[in-house]
């Protein structure tokens, strides 16, 4: 029977001197078993993209942390799984996917109420679908929450699972502008999936035999999966917080920088690690930056795309970093390959925007596409994301960095690495399910 946390509760915390610890113990709500075991399915299956060949592992594959291991992925028209990934000769990406693809851990928790790298998908109680969205006039009640919302942008996305203009009927009802009603792009992949035996029978014990399927119930499947599999709550952190099992000496030692010194806590603050805001820190941009097609420059404006407010500029939500260890590259374009690197960019950004090392950007090549480093060859783009920088100078060792690292280890779960189903044998298409090369 699967069970989740069901109450919120305070936890008498370990001593460890004056640092703020996290004392809540996070939120989960409970499951459907029938529900979860659907959406495995369907994670795996290609039988949701515009041409049956992407899945949401494709991107999301549990062997690379949930993401890919790529700085910016490829979506349709690509074939292959995380550094291996490549561009199909005959049915070649339009660009690299905007933004880099984020970790799937503890998302089925209630404080994650904003997501993706922009916060453009939020609860909403005031509005009828309880969620404001980019698609505010294609939105549609019935959605579990912001995690089941959440599954219908990829989707829709023709750099994502859609696909190219005229390559399918998905491809051709998103280009058209029809997402929702009947013969829209939602409706087009609820019929594929209703049509096949063992899904409808699937969906009889979760929605009933009479009713028909529709996108949101596949949404709302995906998402009872994601918040089962890849809950991470049970890292030895975790374990330090609930029973004051001690760390080792050195991660020890990078707790106390972390929630002291080196002021990592007063934006990665909370249980995951993430306060939920958005900060600019002078990242690197790389790539063709989440743009409409039609503009021509690629910056990436971060949430300001979402709220309009100039403010907000370059700034992008703060990651949790739970099983970070597990979930290079890092930042919202994927621009630094390690930790160490990350780190060193948060002690001086700005400096560190300036003297990037373009080789640690890991992008599989892609012939055609614009060139990925146009932003960071326009000293005014530059020097606005600099200008934009909220971060303070701060020193730290060498062998201080080595014990935040440290300490970034022991907030991983590894028994959620795997997921607790794991990658299903096959799925209800018959298409293949993808798995890495080695």
């Given at each position: 029977m699967i069970r989740a946390a069901c109450l919120l509760i305070?936890?008498?915390?370990?001593?460890?001197?004056?640092?703020?610890?996290?004392?809540?113990?996070?939120?989960?709500?409970?499951?459907?078993?029938?529900?979860?075991?659907?959406?495995?399915?369907?994670?795996?299956?290609?039988?949701?993209?515009?041409?049956?060949?992407?899945?949401?592992?494709?991107?999301?594959?549990?062997?690379?942390?949930?993401?890919?291991?790529?700085?910016?992925?490829?979506?349709?028209?690509?074939?292959?799984?995380?550094?291996?990934?490549?561009?199909?000769?005959?049915?070649?990406?339009?660009?690299?996917?905007?933004?880099?693809?984020?970790?799937?851990?503890?998302?089925?928790?209630?404080?994650?109420?904003?997501?993706?790298?922009?916060?453009?998908?939020?609860?909403?109680?005031?509005?009828?679908?309880?969620?404001?969205?980019?698609?505010?006039?294609?939105?549609?009640?019935?959605?579990?929450?912001?995690?089941?919302?959440?599954?219908?942008?990829?989707?829709?996305?023709?750099?994502?699972?859609a696909g190219h203009y005229g390559e399918s009927d998905v491809s051709v009802a998103v280009r058209r502008g029809m997402l929702t009603g009947e013969g829209g792009a939602w409706d087009i992949v609820a019929k594929r999936v209703a049509a096949i035996p063992a899904y409808r029978a699937a969906f009889d014990r979760v929605i009933g035999a009479e009713t028909p399927i529709r996108f949101t119930d596949i949404s709302n499947a995906l998402a009872a999966f994601i918040a089962w599999e890849w809950r991470a709550d049970d890292s030895p952190f975790d374990r330090y917080l609930r029973k004051g099992t001690p760390l080792p000496e050195d991660a020890a030692a990078g707790m106390a920088l972390f929630y002291g010194k080196a002021g990592c806590a007063d934006c990665h603050s909370g249980r995951f690690q993430t306060d939920h805001d958005f900060h600019a820190i002078a990242m690197p941009q790389i790539g063709p930056g989440k743009v409409e097609r039609f503009e021509s420059h690629q910056r990436d404006v971060g949430r300001m795309r979402v709220t309009?407010?100039?403010?907000?500029?370059?700034?992008?939500?703060?990651?949790?970093?739970?099983?970070?260890?597990?979930?290079?590259?890092?930042?919202?374009?994927?621009?630094?390959?390690?930790?160490?690197?990350?780190?060193?960019?948060?002690?001086?950004?700005?400096?560190?925007?300036?003297?990037?090392?373009?080789?640690?950007?890991?992008?599989?090549p892609l012939p055609g596409a614009a060139p990925d480093f146009t932003v960071m060859d326009t000293p005014e783009d530059l020097a606005a994301i600099a200008a934009a920088n909220e971060l303070a100078l701060q020193e730290l060792s060498d062998s201080e960095i080595a014990q935040l690292i440290a300490f970034l280890g022991s907030l991983t779960d590894r028994a959620s690495l795997a997921g607790r189903l794991g990658v299903p044998d096959e799925v209800p298409s018959g298409l293949p399910v993808e798995r890495p090369e080695n």
């Amino acid at each position: 029977m699967i069970r989740a946390a069901c109450l919120l509760i305070l936890f008498a915390l370990p001593a460890h001197g004056d640092l703020p610890l996290p004392g809540n113990a996070p939120f989960f709500p409970a499951q459907n078993p029938e529900q979860v075991r659907l959406g495995r399915l369907l994670f795996y299956d290609p039988i949701l993209s515009g041409s049956r060949q992407v899945s949401c592992a494709s991107c999301h594959h549990p062997a690379f942390g949930t993401s890919d291991a790529l700085s910016l992925g490829l979506g349709d028209g690509a074939r292959g799984l995380g550094p291996d990934r490549r561009p199909d000769p005959e049915n070649m990406p339009e660009q690299r996917i905007p933004r880099n693809s984020q970790a799937l851990f503890n998302l089925g928790a209630a404080e994650f109420t904003h997501l993706f790298h922009d916060g453009r998908l939020e609860v909403d109680p005031a509005r009828p679908s309880g969620l404001r969205t980019p698609l505010e006039d294609e939105m549609v009640q019935g959605f579990s929450g912001a995690l089941s919302a959440q599954n219908m942008f990829p989707v829709l996305s023709p750099d994502e699972m859609a696909g190219h203009y005229g390559e399918s009927d998905v491809s051709v009802a998103v280009r058209r502008g029809m997402l929702t009603g009947e013969g829209g792009a939602w409706d087009i992949v609820a019929k594929r999936v209703a049509a096949i035996p063992a899904y409808r029978a699937a969906f009889d014990r979760v929605i009933g035999a009479e009713t028909p399927i529709r996108f949101t119930d596949i949404s709302n499947a995906l998402a009872a999966f994601i918040a089962w599999e890849w809950r991470a709550d049970d890292s030895p952190f975790d374990r330090y917080l609930r029973k004051g099992t001690p760390l080792p000496e050195d991660a020890a030692a990078g707790m106390a920088l972390f929630y002291g010194k080196a002021g990592c806590a007063d934006c990665h603050s909370g249980r995951f690690q993430t306060d939920h805001d958005f900060h600019a820190i002078a990242m690197p941009q790389i790539g063709p930056g989440k743009v409409e097609r039609f503009e021509s420059h690629q910056r990436d404006v971060g949430r300001m795309r979402v709220t309009g407010r100039a403010e907000d500029a370059y700034r992008f939500r703060t990651p949790s970093l739970r099983n970070v260890t597990a979930t290079p590259p890092y930042g919202h374009a994927g621009a630094y390959d390690t930790l160490m690197a990350v780190i060193r960019h948060h002690l001086d950004p700005v400096a560190s925007l300036s003297a990037y090392e373009r080789a640690q950007a890991v992008l599989p090549p892609l012939p055609g596409a614009a060139p990925d480093f146009t932003v960071m060859d326009t000293p005014e783009d530059l020097a606005a994301i600099a200008a934009a920088n909220e971060l303070a100078l701060q020193e730290l060792s060498d062998s201080e960095i080595a014990q935040l690292i440290a300490f970034l280890g022991s907030l991983t779960d590894r028994a959620s690495l795997a997921g607790r189903l794991g990658v299903p044998d096959e799925v209800p298409s018959g298409l293949p399910v993808e798995r890495p090369e080695n």
